[in-house]
């Protein structure tokens, strides 16, 4: 990869630095945190990235503001040539040079019901693995030590007592490349399970700092979509490569930071139906002892039936919050999530960060629990999931 020199080369300078000093504890650090993760990443990225046409099920629609690749141009090839990666490395920034591109597909209106079992164990368990404190998620047992976590229960964050309440886990993926919207999910109530873009820069930064604020993470994974006109980023797997270089391009993706707990796809209504590119993402996975979430971009996805054959812990989403970018039909969106985990125990939503969805947010995360649920992250509800492929 490229060094980068000038300012850009000073800033990951400095920020290896601070990660090599990182210590949380205090709250303060954490808002600290917060707020140098925005001012690294500058506020140059003010446009909402993600807008999608889909009032009448078509394909997302381009935002002209952001885009800066011709149209129907192919995904620029692979930016790591090394056949490896080791299972979290030291994180890097992102790739230099690298136009902006963020979209998501959703189907409107579309709430899905997995089938699911009640809850085992009783009130309070922790699903997600032991309950940890003390040191950040990175610090913990690492792996190949006897008796080791696998990585979807060592990095799970803190899942509350629920006291028979119906739980809800909210995630927010595209996370990392639009930094001030990005910052400003960090700082919300949680736990919340943030999914990281693999080709956003400044990735051990802002990781850490979601870590620190109790949040879970994923990586956000590009994959290919249904419409030759929607650019998904760099390393995108698409169906028709070869195995290897699937797992050259996954392998890059998994090695942008460390301490996350699985992996979800960007876009992929294309990927997520073959067969053959889903069985070397699970192999992966399984090797690496990561779960997947299903963003359900299309019904026709076999990301079920694949992780039930690898052993790949496994959740899907019920309800996407804002395939709609308007403050009234989050609202709804939400009542609709409550509605749902009231009748099945718990539920799924993705979201991003919208200004919409964060305004919608705000006030609903104060007054959830209120209201008689409880949220938790994405490892608290694995071992209440059965997945329907």
């Known amino acids: 990869m490229r060094q980068r020199g000038g300012a850009a080369g000073k800033r990951s300078k400095r920020t290896a630095r601070e990660k090599r000093g990182f210590r949380p504890n205090p709250r303060q650090l954490v808002y600290a945190l917060v707020t140098l993760a925005a001012l690294l990443g500058g506020y140059g990225v003010s446009t909402v990235l993600n807008e999608s046409d889909v009032s009448t099920g078509g394909a997302p629609a381009r935002t002209a503001a952001t885009e800066t690749a011709p149209k129907g141009s192919q995904p620029p090839p692979s930016l790591i040539t090394a056949p490896d990666a080791p299972l979290f490395p030291e994180p890097t920034g992102g790739p230099a040079g690298e136009p902006v591109r963020a979209y998501e597909e959703a189907l409107p209106g579309d709430v899905y019901v997995a089938p699911a079992r009640p809850p085992e164990g009783g009130a309070g368990q922790h699903f997600g693995g ?33 006291g028979g309440r119906p739980m809800i886990a909210l995630v927010i993926d595209d996370m990392g490349v639009d930094r001030k919207r990005s910052a400003r999910v960090i700082g919300f109530k949680g736990p919340l399970t943030l999914s990281f873009l693999a080709y956003a820069d400044d ?23 249904d419409s030759a006109t929607v650019d998904p980023g760099p390393n995108v797997l698409m169906s028709g490569l070869g195995a290897d270089e699937l797992r050259r391009r996954l392998r890059w993706g998994l090695s942008r930071f460390e301490a996350y707990v699985g992996v979800n796809n960007h876009m992929g209504s294309r990927f997520t139906a073959d067969a053959a590119g889903m069985t070397v993402v699970m192999e992966e996975l399984k090797r690496r002892g990561l779960l997947f979430l299903d963003s359900r971009t299309t019904d026709r996805t076999v990301a079920a039936a694949q992780a039930r054959r690898a052993g790949v812990p496994f959740v899907e989403r019920n309800i996407f919050l804002d395939h709609v970018n308007d403050v009234a039909t989050v609202q709804g969106r939400l009542a609709e999530l409550e509605r749902l985990a009231r009748r099945t125990g718990f539920a799924v939503a993705i979201g991003h960060p919208r200004d919409a969805t964060l305004t919608a947010l705000a006030a609903w995360l104060e007054e959830v629990e209120g209201r008689g649920f409880v949220l938790v992250p994405l490892t608290a509800v694995v071992d209440l999931a059965r997945p329907s492929g």
């Open 130 to 162: 032991p309950a940890v404190s003390g040191p950040p998620p990175a610090a913990r047992q690492p792996p190949g030590e006897p008796g080791a976590l696998r990585p979807w229960r060592r990095f799970a964050a803190l899942a509350p007592e629920t």
């Open 203 to 225: 990735l051990g930064a802002q990781t850490a700092a979601a870590a620190a604020a109790g949040h879970e993470l994923l990586v956000h994974l590009s994959m290919e979509p």
